[in-house]
């Protein structure tokens, strides 16, 4: 028996952000995360959960389309998780050269580039890990680090809470060459990923992928893209985790999300959510640790 199965739906091109947004809220058994692959949204459950699974996004895709969203319900669908060589090159279809940032640029191991004065480029190869830098909430992550950097920000030190493949870990070391990171996730095959990119980047001496294990120190700048429940679960571990007058950034959150979130992080700190421009249903929390800064005034 497959160790997973994915859950398909196909949606209108047009509506595919605004319905990948409404499955990781609505459909419980898409909490863990989805994916986009061209015009269609997919998530992963066990075997036994997918009749299940089935019978929710159908449900809610039954509302979607009365309130006005290209989707058919009857065409959601449950498939064997595709091989990890399908996968890869089903990416390759669809992922492709994207300037994310003033500076950042990811760049697909397989696509050509040739950067402009000042890109920080990212080569990726993200395998089985989450994270190429087309989400809207790793978007929002990189948009962050770009601005603190703009600002002046020079950490010694970076928490990646959730590293996926590493592309946040990789783009803060790239932006501060004289930083050191810490990249953490619960999916070996991540811990693995990110260790290999890394290295590709030219950063491998500077971050450190690691399975979850106690924290004994605290970091001048902790980024966490996750989802909304695992971030509450993680709550005291992170805010542990950011050195006083440090830079929290939370992200993987919808907009509807965001502002409870934020009061839930409070300390008495300075603190801002925002929604992403070119997907504005996503949205991040940032946020001090205590009074005072490590960004220059």
């Not at 971050?207 to 989802?227: D, G, K, M, R, W």
């Amino acid at each position: 028996m497959a160790e997973w199965v994915e859950i398909v739906v196909p949606v209108g091109a047009a509506d595919v952000d605004d319905v990948a947004a409404l499955i990781a809220l609505e459909v419980p058994a898409a909490a863990a995360g989805t994916e986009q692959r061209g015009d269609e949204v997919v998530f992963w459950v066990a075997p036994e959960d997918a009749a299940s699974a089935l019978a929710q996004a159908r449900d809610a895709a039954t509302r979607w389309q009365a309130n006005g969203a290209v989707i058919d319900p009857a065409r959601v669908r449950m498939a064997t998780a595709m091989p990890e060589a399908e996968w890869r090159d089903a990416w390759k279809r669809y992922f492709k050269v994207s300037r994310l940032t003033r500076q950042i640029v990811v760049v697909p191991s397989w696509e050509p580039y040739a950067p402009a004065d000042g890109d920080v480029p990212i080569l990726l190869d993200p395998g089985m890990a989450f994270g190429t830098g087309t989400h809207a909430s790793t978007q929002l992550v990189l948009e962050e680090l770009q601005a603190l950097s703009d600002a002046g920000l020079r950490p010694s030190r970076v928490l990646d809470m959730g590293c996926g493949s590493g592309i946040l870990a990789i783009a803060a070391a790239k932006l501060w060459p004289s930083c050191t990171v810490l990249a953490i996730d619960n999916d070996p095959i991540a811990v693995k990923a990110t260790a290999e990119n890394a290295a590709t980047n030219g950063v491998g001496d500077r971050i450190t992928p690691a399975l979850p294990h106690a924290l004994s120190e605290a970091f001048p700048l902790v980024l966490a893209n996750i989802q909304a429940h695992v971030l509450r679960a993680l709550r005291a571990e992170l805010l542990a985790a950011t050195a006083p007058g440090g830079v929290l950034i939370l992200s993987g959150l919808l907009l509807p999300q965001t502002a409870p979130l934020a009061l839930e992080f409070t300390t008495g700190s300075p603190l801002r959510h925002t929604g992403g421009r070119t997907s504005p249903e996503w949205g991040t929390v940032s946020m001090l640790s205590s009074l005072g800064s490590i960004v220059p005034e």
